[in-house]
C-alpha cells in the first residue's frame, strides 16, 4: 500500500497522518472515489474526479483543488510496484472542532493504493430492510458516511450474500452498498434512474452508454419477473448476480455476457492519462 496525504508521501500507510479531529474522523464529513489501476493507469480517472467534485459541491466543501488531487495520484502510482491496483481519493472537512461545525483549516486530501484482488464471475445479492432516502441531503453524493452500508454489507454476510441491496423510502430499486443494480426484463436491460437515490456511478454510466441499457423506475416487485440480474461498480466491472434472497439466476445469462464483453472492449480504450 502506498498513501500520500496533504502533498507528501507517507512512509508507512498505518502510522497516524491525519489531526485526531479532523471532521472525517469525527463525524464523516468527507467524499472519496475509488478507481482501479490497470498497467499503472487510472481508469476513467477525469469521470471519478468529475463526481468527486460533484460530491464536493454537494456537501459543501469549498476549496476543493483537482490539481493536487491529481498530483497525488501521480506521486502513488509513481511509487506503485505492481501494475494493477486499487486506487482511492479522500478528502475530509479537516480539522475542526468536536461537533458538527466544520473548522477554518482547509480540507484534507488524500490519495492511497492498494493491491486488487480478483473478484468471481458472479455474486449473491440480499434484500435488507432499511431504506435508501432518496430525498435525503446525501442523496447521491459518494460520501464517507459509510456505516449504514457497513451494516447492510453484514447483514447481507449473515445471509450467504456478499452484497446488500436496498429500496428506496417509495419501494422501488434503488442502489447496493457500493455497487448499481442492472434487471433484465423482457432481454432488454434496465437500471434504476439517478432521481431513485442510486449513486451516479461511473461503471453504470459506461454501461448505459455502451451497452444499450435503459433508465426506468422498478418496484421492488419487479424483481419477481427479472430474467437476470447484474452490478456494476468500479472493482467489479460487470458483475452476474446468481441469487437474490436465495432465488437463483443465471450467472451469466447470454443478456449480462453480452454485456460483460461489449463493456470489456470498450474499457480497453478508456485508460485515462
Avoid at 459506461?206 to 456494476?232: H, I, N, Q, R
Wanted: proline share 7%.
Amino acid at each position: 500500500m502506498r498513501v500520500w496525504v496533504d502533498d507528501r508521501l507517507v512512509e508507512d500507510p498505518y502510522a497516524p497522518a491525519l489531526a485526531p479531529l479532523d471532521h472525517g474522523v469525527t463525524v464523516g464529513d468527507g467524499v472519496f472515489e475509488t478507481l482501479k489501476v490497470v498497467d499503472g493507469r487510472p481508469f476513467a480517472l477525469t469521470r471519478h474526479l468529475d463526481r468527486l467534485a460533484r460530491s464536493a459541491h454537494g456537501l459543501g466543501l469549498t476549496g476543493l483543488d483537482l490539481v493536487a488531487v491529481r498530483r497525488g495520484v501521480s506521486s502513488v502510482l509513481d511509487a506503485w510496484d505492481q501494475p494493477d491496483g486499487r486506487l482511492r481519493i479522500t478528502v475530509t472537512g479537516g480539522p475542526a472542532p468536536l461537533g458538527s461545525e466544520r473548522g477554518n483549516q482547509g480540507l484534507t486530501l488524500m490519495v492511497a493504493i492498494a493491491g486488487l484482488p480478483p473478484r468471481p464471475q458472479s455474486t449473491g445479492l440480499a434484500t435488507v430492510p432499511w431504506p435508501r432516502n432518496e430525498r435525503g441531503a446525501l442523496a447521491g453524493l459518494k460520501t464517507t458516511s459509510y456505516a449504514e452500508n457497513v451494516v447492510a454489507l453484514a447483514r447481507a454476510r449473515e445471509h450467504g450474500a456478499t452484497e446488500a441491496l436496498f429500496a428506496n423510502t417509495v419501494g422501488n430499486v434503488c442502489e447496493g452498498t457500493g455497487s448499481n443494480l442492472f434487471v433484465v426484463l423482457g432481454g432488454e436491460v434496465y437500471t434504476p434512474p439517478l432521481s431513485a437515490g442510486c449513486l451516479a456511478g461511473v461503471t453504470r454510466a459506461l454501461v448505459l452508454e455502451w451497452c444499450g441499457a435503459y433508465e426506468k423506475d422498478l418496484p421492488m416487485s419487479a424483481l419477481e419477473e427479472a430474467e437476470e440480474l447484474f452490478l456494476t461498480s468500479t472493482t467489479r466491472d460487470v458483475q452476474a448476480v446468481s441469487s437474490l434472497d436465495g432465488r437463483e439466476f443465471p450467472a451469466p445469462g447470454p443478456v449480462t455476457a453480452r454485456v460483460m464483453a461489449e463493456f470489456a472492449r470498450a474499457a480497453a480504450d478508456h485508460i485515462d492519462p
